[in-house]
């Protein structure tokens, strides 16, 4: 599931939450 997160910060949807403020840290 891809969110917005892994969308515009061009992360894997694994790795991305799906949401912002997650640059850098996917998993974080």
């Not at 910060?9 to 997650?22: A, E, N, R």
């Amino acid at each position: 599931m891809s969110g917005p997160g892994s969308i515009l910060l061009g992360l894997k949807p694994k790795d991305s939450p799906g949401h912002l403020g997650t640059a850098g840290n996917g998993r974080n």
